[in-house]
């Protein structure tokens, strides 16, 4: 069982930055791939970014590529998700999720773990 709780939410100005972590439990968090998802009200749940086994692929959306960056360090069992030049269309709950997998994991049907999430708003 993989237990995973995100932090680091909360309100920013729009192109300001905030760092999203998630502290997993599991053991051998080297075992699993990491992902970001998030989910704005009325929409559907959308993929981020994702980060292999070892931190060294990484992969991410079109919307958020050049601003953010997905990081891991496996012995604090951390992921962490810096987002930058962040806008509006940013404002989200934001999920971590794990699935047992060494490589990048872009489906989230893949991923059997997901942490209950942390609100990001952006004001404008």
């Known amino acids: 069982q993989v237990r995973l709780v995100e932090s680091g939410g909360g309100l920013v100005q729009a192109g300001g930055s905030l760092r999203l972590s998630c502290a997993a439990s599991?053991?051998?968090?080297?075992?699993?791939?990491m992902g970001w998802f998030r989910q704005a009200p009325g929409k559907e749940r959308e993929f981020v970014a994702a980060?292999?086994?070892?931190?060294?692929?990484?992969y991410y959306a079109d919307s958020v590529k050049g601003r953010f960056g997905v990081s891991r360090d496996n012995a604090r069992n951390t992921v962490y998700l810096q987002m930058n030049s962040l806008n509006p269309e940013d404002a989200a709950v934001y999920y971590c999720?794990?699935?047992?997998?060494?490589?990048?994991?872009?489906?989230?049907?893949?991923?059997?773990?997901w942490g209950q999430g942390t609100q990001v708003t952006v004001s404008s």
């Open positions: 999720a794990a699935a047992l997998r060494r490589v990048v994991v872009v489906s989230a049907s893949e991923y059997g773990y």
């Open positions: 980060i292999n086994w070892s931190g060294d692929i990484t």
């Open positions: 599991a053991r051998a968090f080297s075992s699993y791939a």
